[in-house]
């Protein structure tokens, strides 16, 4: 079953999930997992523009332009809601869907030339994570390497600047730097990732790994690694399903993985989850009940 | 005739438990200021007689009936940070959403409940400001806004959360004028306050609260210092045994 | 002809959308719509397994009880203790997955692709024409008047209440407005907009349209009434711009009308007197000139 290229598939769809859920773990406690969404959407005309320009479809090169547009996605959302009334919903939900349109106005424009009808961009809007070639896949997991890495340096300083930014800056943490650091990595996961999953789906590996992890623990080294791990598992889960019967696309079969892992653990998990929680309601008034209870007599 | 009657009311949040089996009677006609320390459940204590919170036991009675927000007999003032004040709509529009019980659904307001609007706004003195956008106007102008609105739901008890936080003297001036005048006119009101400075002042009843009763009364024989420890956990630490007083958290 | 049709589409879907979406904003749930643009795909494809037909109707109905169910999961998962953003990611991304996951399973060969559920295709709105009471006009236009008369008796009925319930949501409570009823019956009338729009523009658009042109009119609106107006006229620009653009160049016209949409935005965002960008930035720099006048 494991032949070749499903092993190299395999492979870099758990890097892809590992990364993704350590970046996606520090966007979701900065309440910024849409801001992932969006930056997701936003590097579909980044990829458009890349061909346009190099006429050429290398992956790296199709990846920076893919940065470069969803870095300018970030950064307008921050523009708007820092120079306007507008809500961060808002601004976020305008920027997605109007770079998403601007990249399907590229894109059409891309299949109308000749040699862009193969070019095979469509495949960014929903992953094609099977077929991929090797060279793409190298590339894919080098970069993942490079963001898991980064992840695990710089994870005591993020902490901090999270959890308490006023006072990170007091001792002296560069955090504006930290900040940009730290959005340039969710860009270059999400980059990473598009080629695989898609630009929709992309949002999910960022968003639903960190948040089932949430519902197990308080403690921002435990989210991490079980997000990393339900990053991992969803990725390795959702290849191997896909490969059991042609036409599945991964993308898809990864995303429900992460979901029901997430059910699991919202409902299962100890303490923060639904079961355990319905539980100590159910006590709380029934103590009650039996005070009044007593009260009255 | 009781304004309010609370028996056995408790409330919790996720784990915490917020209020604990709170019991209280109080009659008409008094201008009651709720006190405690952060924390202590002071607005959680109005959101639960007002029946806006799912997980609470306990019964409450206003005017000795069950709450039923159709009698309009209770007006409220929520706290003026809980809106978000770039709504598009002026001073005047935000006074007639106290008519809006009155009016009922989908009728639209009448010319009278526009009259009773725009006296409301005069009786805090913001007439000149009734087209004035909301977001352009200060955080005093704002609470008194907000006054005018529980004026105009014409209720018999009035339930305020902080009124008198981030106002400007003079406003918190015509608050209270307008709230002595209410209860000249036999209504009943009370109202969140944290400033023990002037609570004496400004209630002729109060509540100490902290997750549970720990006084209520007449103002002289409850606001005194043996009741305020009780409930500020001994934090309390007094200066002056007349007025001036500070907390240590 | 065919080119009236498109541009009237167009600019239906404009004025459905711009009026829906002023809420959307006031309410701060553009996401949420967001969200069920993506998740109608989901309940289409349900109602295409469930019936085994593609009528309009049961798309409507399909899309709306998807609306709900996202609103519905939404609000759950936040009750649950996940913070929002989280809990729409979470809800729109799953839903999106199976229904893609469903087409390749059940509604493969079906005129049903996912493409054309994200980009639409509305220049082929003329030739796909239902007859009702003698008139014959294409079947996306029947859909968004439907739609729009839906909103604008809701809006007509409830417009107070909506206002207040999302100004001051605690105080519509305390006078008895029942603000979850509200709030679900708002959340179909966006999920009816949504599948009515998207059929023919595509989900991206949707949103786009759903939430740009509003978002632009709050920019520069002192009433909702008014931010109503600048809203519909917003989306109808857009969408008679976008079109001929698209002409002009050859490309996507739902794509264009969303590019459209940012132009506008952008435009009234710098330029806008008083407080647009540009006016602010001069402001700034006429600020810091007295400063240094004051300095020498």
Known sequence: MLTGNLLWVLIGAILLGVAAGLNGTFAFLQKQSLVGDAAAHAALPGIAIAYLVFQQKDLPILMLGAAITSALAVYMIQWIVGNSKLKADAAIGFVLSVFFGIGIVLLTIVNQSSAGNQSGLNDFIFGKAATMAKSDLVWLSSSALLIILMCLLFFKEWKLMIFDPVFAKGIGLPVERLRVLLTALTVLTIVTGIQAVGVILMAAMLIIPAAAARFWSNHLGIILVTSAFFGALSGALGTIISSFRTGLSTGPIIVLCAASLFLISYFFAPTRGFISKSLKKKAFKQRNVVKEAANHE | MDALQVKNLSVAYEEKVVLQNVNLTIPVGHLTGIIGPNGAGKSTLIKAILNQLPNKTGAVHILERPLNAKDHTVGYVPQRNAVDWDFPTNALDVVLMGRYGHIGMIKKPSAKDKQIAMDCLKDVGMEAFADRSIGQLSGGQQQRVFLARALAQEAEVYFMDEPFVGVDAATERTIIAILKDLKAKGKSVFVVHHDLQTAADYFDWIILLNQTITASGPTEQTFTEDNLQEAYGGKLFFMDQTKSNKTFN | ?296
């Not at chain 3, 049709?5 to 967001?34: E, H, N, P, Q, Y």
């Not at chain 3, 899309?63 to 936040?78: K, R």
């Open chain 3, 1 to 296: 002809m065919n080119e009236f049709w498109v541009l009237l589409t167009g600019s239906l879907v404009g004025i459905t959308c711009g009026l829906t979406g002023v809420f959307l904003i006031l309410r701060k749930t553009a996401m949420i719509a967001d969200a069920i643009s993506h998740t109608v795909l989901f309940g289409i494809v349900v109602a295409f397994m469930i019936t085994q037909s593609l009528s309009g109707f049961w798309m409507l109905v399909g899309a709306a009880i998807a609306g709900l169910l996202t609103t519905f999961l939404v609000q759950l998962l936040q009750s649950g203790g996940l913070q929002e953003d989280a809990a729409i990611g979470v809800v729109f991304t799953s839903l999106f997955a199976l229904g893609v996951l469903f087409i390749t399973l059940f509604a493969g060969n079906v005129h049903l692709d996912v493409e054309h559920v994200l980009m639409g295709e509305i220049a082929f709105v003329p030739w796909d024409t239902w007859d009702i009471l003698g008139f014959s006009m294409p079947k996306a236009v029947w859909m968004l008047l439907i739609v729009l008369l839906f909103n604008i008796l809701f809006l007509f009925f409830f417009y107070k209440e909506m206002k207040l319930t999302t100004f001051d949501p605690v105080f519509a409570l305390s006078i008895g407005l029942p603000i979850v009823a509200m709030h679900y019956s708002y959340m179909t009338l966006v999920s009816l907009t949504t599948v009515a729009a998207f059929d023919s523009v595509g989900a991206v658009l949707v949103v786009a349209m759903l939430i740009g042109p509003a978002a632009t009119a709050y920019l520069m609106s002192k009433s909702v009434l008014r931010m109503m107006i600048w809203s519909m006229f917003f989306g109808i620009t857009a969408a008679i711009t976008g079109y001929y653009l698209a002409k002009l160049w050859n490309t996507s016209i739902a794509g264009m009308m969303a590019a459209m949409i940012g132009v506008i935005f952008m435009l009234v965002f710098v330029f806008k007197p008083h407080d647009g960008w540009i006016w602010k930035m001069f402001k700034r720099i006429k600020l810091k000139d007295t400063k240094v006048h004051v300095e020498s």
